[in-house]
């Protein structure tokens, strides 16, 4: 069936360095890909995202790339800040079906 | 004010009993989704209602039940509750054409 693959698992950068997560999705029919940012105890947010008419989409220190051919697509976090500390996770999804299937998230800790 | 809420926030109660969890979204969205998160942070899909119908029934046990009695409403009713169903569980919704999801704050369910 679908799936998303999502690495790495926990990340680790120092304050002002760059962060990157990487997905890999399984169907090739997905055409939207949303990254949400989960902080501890709280709800998954939608922070950027990307169709597949794209390659890449950017919202101020955030971007997301996407390669349909190879099938995946990254989230990258420049000038990263202690606040940016959170649970990501991507996701894909196929029109028509609904339904979003998550990758296994990714533990970012930013230090200060 | 808040866009989709849930209700209770924490929920702990003994195994066997039944209980109900139940969600309400003001942003006008036609479809509504329940979520389990785990204990390991994984997010699956478990049910999604389109305009009052079931269009994603995902492999949950029988015990859980959806019901949606209008499109900002959707409710999950646990039946013989087990120690395994403790998770949060995420209500979101969305608009159909638009791909994106919101999610409301969750509820803790702790079965002892």
């Known amino acids: 069936g679908e799936n998303v693959e999502q690495h790495p698992s926990t990340l680790s950068v120092q304050e002002g360095d760059s962060a990157v997560i990487k997905c890999t999705y399984s169907d090739s029919a997905s055409n939207y890909f949303p990254w949400y940012k989960q902080e501890l105890g709280k709800r998954p947010q939608l922070i950027i995202d990307i169709r597949s008419n794209v390659g890449e989409k950017k919202d101020q220190r955030i971007a997301v790339t996407l390669n349909k051919t190879a099938k995946h697509f990254s989230l990258h976090i420049t000038e990263t800040q202690p606040e940016d500390s959170a649970v990501y996770f991507c996701a894909a999804t196929t029109s028509g079906t609904y339904k979003y299937i998550f990758g296994t998230g990714t533990r970012l800790k930013v230090l200060a | 004010d808040t866009a989709v809420s849930q209700t209770p926030k924490y929920l702990v109660t003994q195994m066997g009993n039944d209980k109900s969890i139940k969600c309400e979204q003001n942003?006008?969205?036609?479809?509504m989704y329940w979520y389990k998160q785990d204990s390991k942070k994984f997010l699956k899909i478990m049910f999604s209602?389109?305009?009052?119908?079931?269009?994603i029934n995902e492999t949950v046990p029988n015990r859980f039940s959806p019901k949606s009695p209008d499109k900002a409403h959707l409710n999950l009713h646990i039946n013989s509750l087990e120690l395994g169903d403790s998770a949060v569980y995420f209500c979101?919704?969305?608009?159909?054409?638009?791909?994106?999801?919101?999610f409301g704050p969750g509820t803790r369910l702790t079965v002892t």
């Open positions: 209602y389109n305009n009052k119908e079931l269009i």
């Open positions: 979101a919704s969305s608009q159909v054409s638009a791909y994106e999801q919101y």
């Open positions: 942003l006008g969205h036609d479809t």
